[in-house]
C-alpha cells in the first residue's frame, strides 16, 4: 500500500468519502470538514477548485476544440509560463513528474523543480529567470500528473525530447493556473503563514508555506492519524512537505494545540 493510499483509507475509515472541496477544506459524507494541508503535494495550493482555471476550462470546452492541433491557448500557456519564470521559455508537456524530469536533466545539468515562494523565503533564494530547466506541477489539483518543463530559448534540445499535445480546454486551464499563481505571490507572504506558528511550529520547521516535520520517520505514520483524528489532512509521505493553509481561520488548528502528539510514550516538545 503507498502512502497515499493509506492517506486515503484512514480518511474514509474516520469521516467516509470526500463528496466536496472548496478552498482549503474538504467535506466528507459524515458532515465533517477536514482542512487540508496536504493540498495534493502543492497542486491545490491555490485552493480546490483551482480558482478561475475551472471556468477558463468549461468556456473553452464549449467550443469544442478539444483535437490535438495547435491553439491560441497553445501559445497562451507557453507565455504565462515565461512570465512566471521571467524569462524567454520552450515549453514541453509530459503526462508525469518522471518523464519531465528526465528530459530536464537530458537538457542541462543546471534543472530544478519548482516551488512557488522558494524565491523568497528559502536561506539561499532561487532566481528562476537563471534557472536552465525548470520542471512545474502545476497548481491545479485536477490534471492528474501533467507536468511542464520550461527549457531557456538559448539552450539546445536533443531531438529526443518530445513531449504531448494536451487539448485546448486543458492548455487554457493550465495557463489561468499560471497566471493564477504569478497573482498569488504578489500576495500571499510570510504575514500570512506565521499566524499559526504558536502551534505548527510545535511540530513543523517552517520555510514560508511549506512544513518539514520535526516527528521522526518512525513515528510519522502515527502522526498523520494524530492530525487526521484532529481534522487535519497532512502531507503522507515524510520527504513531501506539508503546507500551511491559506486564509484559514486559527481555530481549525484547536484540536491540535490542545491534544499533544504521543511518540514513544513522550510529547513532542
Known sequence: MSQLDFLADEI?????????ARGAFLYTAKGVRLTDMY???????????????FTHFKNVLSRGITGSFNTDFTYRMKKAVSELLNSRRNLYVFLCKEDAVKAAAACS??????????????????????????????????????????????????????????????EAAL????????????????KHWFLYDTVLTKYWTRKGPYLYPKVSMEDYNDFILHCLDQELVISPDYDVPSIVPFGVDRGVFTKLKNRSFLCQNREVR
Open 12 to 20: 474514509t475509515k474516520r469521516y467516509g468519502s470526500i463528496k466536496r
Open 109 to 170: 545539468s543546471e534543472w530544478m523543480l519548482w516551488k512557488p515562494w522558494a524565491d523568497k523565503s528559502f536561506v539561499n533564494p532561487i532566481v528562476w529567470s537563471n534557472v536552465s530547466c525548470v520542471v512545474i506541477e502545476p497548481p491545479l489539483p485536477w490534471v492528474g500528473n501533467v507536468t511542464l518543463l520550461a527549457i531557456k530559448e538559448d539552450v539546445s534540445v536533443p531531438d529526443s525530447i518530445k513531449g504531448v499535445r494536451l487539448p485546448a480546454p486543458m
Open 39 to 53: 493540498e495534493e503535494a502543492g497542486r491545490a495550493i491555490l485552493g480546490w477548485g483551482g480558482c478561475s482555471a
Open 175 to 190: 495557463a489561468r493556473s499560471m497566471y493564477d499563481m504569478i497573482a498569488a505571490i504578489q500576495v500571499r507572504e510570510e
